[in-house]
Each structure stands twice: as C-alpha cells, then as structure tokens.
T-cell receptor, first 114, second 110 residues
C-alpha cells in the first residue's frame, strides 16, 4: 500500500497568499485527520473526518483555515490569507473504521510563511 | 479538554540501556496509541494499546486504563531509537479523536 500521501512536501509562501495542502488517505480508510505540529504547541488536532463528513473541527484555529473532503480519496486544508504564525508542519493521517484502529501518518507538509 | 502528559520530557541513554517512558491522561479514553517521530519528522505507529500489555521486539507497552496511564518500555536501546516518543489518546463517540501528549525526546549515544 502506498501509505498516506501529502503534497506539497515543502512550501514557502509570502504572507497574505493562499496555501492549499493536499492529502490522499490510504485506500479503504474512512477516517481522516489533519494535525499541525509546532515547537510551541506540539501536535494539535485540527479537524477529523469520518466517511468524508467533518466530525470535529474545533481545533481549526480561525476562519482563515478551512478543510474539505470531497471524496474518500482526497482532502484539502486551505489557509487564506496565510500569516507567518501559520508556519508549521501539517500532517494528514488516516485510519480504518471507528474506535480501535491504528492511525497512519503522511510525511507532512512543511509550510513557511514569510 | 483532556490533558495528556508525558515524562520525562528529555532522556539521554547510553546504547544498550533500558528505559521507561510514561503517559498520564486526565480522563477516560477509548483508546491509546504510541508513536515514534524519527529525526526526519516521520511519525510511526508503535502500538495500539487501549489496555493490557503488548510486545514488539525490544519495545513493549502497558496501559492501565482504570488508573489513566500507559508505559512504553525500551530495552537494549540503539542509536536508531533516538527521536521523540508520543502517546495519543482517543476520545469522543468514535474514540477516533486523538490528542497527543507533549512527547519524550530520547537521545541514544553510542
């Protein structure tokens, strides 16, 4: 299996620009997660989808952040407009089913906003 | 929200030594997983362990859900064990909303 695939791996953008991060979960997995990792705040759960439906988006920091999952094999996390404090590693992860299942992480998207 | 605390925050070991990492959580959870983040940033799942004990080679983990803690044991440590170890607890109706602890940064020196 190809694992969770994220793109881009690295992005440097200017403040105010729109950023779109993409994720392809493992085939057959029906739960998808977006996490953000920073030195100050550690790993934060931003949003969690189950069967393409957002279940909990309470971790989304503010209205500049939005996430979609139009189908079972694709999700996006968008930041518009981006700010320097959004600089972080954004991870996508997926798991099979609900409850007791292993989470598999992508390699992350390293975002720098200057 | 639930609090997840890990100890120690940092650990330096001589190669071949054993260690125990601890994860405490503030409320009942539906499941718990341990992860290793290697120096390249990859997060690798080590154990899915909502309760009981599991072993995988030199690693083993024990979760005592009623007392709200989990332990990760590393025996005969190797330099490749270096990195950050996270526990993540699953809450919510599905048990699939995972919240991560603060991590233990492990350095194994030859």
């Amino acid at each position: 299996d190809a694992g969770v695939i994220q793109s881009p791996r690295h992005e440097v953008t200017e403040m105010g620009q729109e950023v779109t991060l993409r994720c392809k979960p493992i085939s057959g997995h029906n739960s998808l997660f977006w996490y953000r990792q920073t030195m100050m705040r550690g790993l934060e759960l931003l949003i969690y989808f189950n069967n393409n439906v957002p279940i909990d988006d309470s971790g989304m920091p503010e209205d500049r952040f939005s996430a979609k999952m139009p189908n079972a094999s694709f999700s996006t996390l968008k930041i518009q407009p981006s700010e320097p404090r959004d600089s972080a590693v954004y991870f996508c992860a997926s798991s099979l089913g609900e409850g007791g299942n292993t989470i598999y992480f992508g390699e992350g998207s390293w975002l720098t906003v200057v | 929200g639930i609090q997840v605390e890990q100890s120690p925050p940092d650990l330096i070991l001589q190669e071949g030594a054993n260690s125990t990492l601890r994860c405490n959580f503030s409320d009942s959870v539906n499941n718990l997983q341990w992860f290793h983040q290697n120096p390249w940033g990859q997060l690798i799942n080590l154990f899915y362990i909502p309760s009981g004990t599991k072993q995988n080679g030199r690693l083993s983990a024990t979760t005592v859900a009623t007392e709200r803690y989990s332990l990760l044991y590393i025996s005969s440590s190797q330099t490749t064990d270096s990195g950050v170890y996270f526990c993540a607890v699953g809450v919510g109706n599905t048990g699939n909303q995972f919240y991560f602890g603060t991590g233990t940064s492990l350095t194994v020196i030859p």
